[in-house]
């Protein structure tokens, strides 16, 4: 089995073609259509899916379908090729497969690959801003459908939780997520910096733009209970409140009367995008003397201005501009930007560790054979003066087979990676003629998933009669 992805991102396609892909799998409808249509998907001579598991993982930025494939039996085909070429033709319309331009939009990863790059992703080393949260979220979601779709088996599961395991290590261990990186939320860092704690603290939002929104959220996870909103129409900022508290009009204070709370607020967010300065230095000073020297930080992300520079000089004032959030938020990035390349040092080991695994789950096939046949030598031989029926000769016999086995089998595990455990896995199935054994196990899962494809294409045909 091969662990292959294939997909596209924000770094190989454009908006548009995104666009297209992401439209065909918005809903968990559409994407059980398009997974449905994969797994029909067979070669000439196969009589399963060329694809044994999937999960679709599709978000703004990517779309990436993370797959279990059989190898191809027979050498004229390409199971991947197949794959690509229905998937391309699926998106874009029938001869997009031979079409080159769309085919680079889109990239492949196989095995070793394959698994650094998911984890990568889990990890969130490759979205647009390193280190964002939601990414992972994302994978999680997409791991889940397919779990209630029945279409992620024991190796994706095993793929998948690995991966959040690794994403979990790398936020442990590394400083990717600690430095924040939007406006907003580094506004809110720097509130807390100055107050060491704003649980306690008042907050006077002025502006209801998509900024304000996501600070007053940040705002509200950090613990602020006490949140004013002030807009120049007050629908839009009852609206914003409701969105915000789930209540229409809460905390809104009337534009006309904003400067009533600079008395009394500790922290003014503003993104007002005036054109004019709306808080000024002769409006402040009378205000902070009413305060009685009370700190008030203010925090100016509008573009042009709407705080008066000025304002800076009154004593016990704090504001800080869009630029000086701007190099906070740049210098974050370097940290981040110099914490991926630990983080994917990281990716990396976790990957060898998983391609060491997978590689060798091809030895139990050869050691559950040699098992079997040690104790079929040892219960035809002690059966021959022992009751071989006994709880404590089976419970003898399978120590013996264990003990016999366990330094062979530490070997043949250890190499499984490399040419030496092939050649170890074949040497063993020629001294103990293992070959047969192994052969006639595998007709036998065929026989069972060919009766079990049997039994639900018969149930598909009565139901398909009934109705």
Request: charged share 25%.
């Amino acid at each position: 089995m091969d662990i292959v992805i294939f997909g596209l991102n924000h770094k190989t396609a454009d908006l548009d073609h995104r666009e297209a892909v992401s439209k065909k799998l918005r809903t968990k409808e559409a994407r059980q259509r398009f997974i449905s249509g994969l797994l029909s998907i067979h070669s000439s001579v196969a009589a399963h899916s060329l694809i044994k598991e999937i999960t679709v993982i599709s978000t703004c930025n990517r779309a990436e379908f993370v797959m279990i494939i059989h190898e191809s039996e027979a050498e004229n085909i390409n199971p991947i090729k197949l794959i690509e070429n229905y998937i391309l033709n699926y998106f874009f319309g029938d001869g997009a497969g031979n079409d080159a331009g769309l085919y680079n939009m889109f990239y492949t990863f196989k095995n070793k690959e394959a698994i650094s790059h998911l984890f990568a992703v889990t990890s969130s080393l490759d979205s647009m801003i390193i280190g964002e949260p939601q990414i992972l979220g994302q994978v999680k979601n997409a791991y889940n459908e397919a779990c209630d779709l029945k279409t992620a088996g024991p190796l994706l599961n095993k793929l998948f939780h690995r991966s959040f395991y690794c994403a979990k290590k790398i936020r442990t261990e590394t400083k990717i997520a600690s430095a924040p990186v939007s406006v907003s939320y580094a506004a809110v860092e720097i509130a807390k910096k100055i107050f060491n704690s704003i649980d306690d603290k008042k907050v006077l939002l002025m502006g209801v733009g998509e900024m304000g929104k996501v600070a007053a959220k940040h705002f509200i996870k950090h613990g602020v209970t006490e949140i004013f909103i002030t807009n120049r129409t007050n629908d839009k900022a009852a609206e914003f409140a409701k969105e915000i508290f789930g209540y229409y009009g809460k905390g809104v204070i009337d534009f006309a009367e904003y400067y009533k709370i600079l008395t009394v607020a500790d922290i003014v967010l503003c993104s007002m995008g005036a054109e004019n300065f709306i808080i000024k230095y002769d409006d402040l000073l009378p205000i902070i003397k009413l305060r009685k020297q009370k700190p008030l930080f203010l925090i100016d992300i509008s573009v042009p201005r709407n705080i008066d520079p000025e304002v800076n000089k009154i004593s016990n004032v704090y504001l800080f501009d869009i630029d000086d959030i701007g190099k906070m938020v740049e210098n974050n990035l370097d940290v981040r930007q110099k914490e991926a390349g630990v983080a994917s040092q990281i990716v990396e080991s976790e990957a060898e560790e998983f391609i060491a695994w997978k590689s060798s789950l091809n030895a139990v096939p050869i050691i559950v054979a040699l098992k079997n046949r040690i104790q079929n030598i040892l219960n035809e031989e002690l059966g021959k003066y022992l009751n071989k029926n006994s709880d404590d000769i089976r419970t003898l016999i399978n120590s013996i087979a264990n003990k016999i086995l366990h330094d062979p089998v530490k070997v043949i595990k250890k190499n499984a990676l490399d040419d030496n455990g092939i050649n170890l896995m074949e040497a063993a199935k020629t001294l103990f003629n293992l070959e047969q054994d192994i052969n006639e196990k595998d007709e036998t899962k065929k026989d069972e998933t060919t009766r079990k494809n049997s039994n639900r294409d018969e149930k598909s045909l009565k139901i398909k009669l009934i109705k």
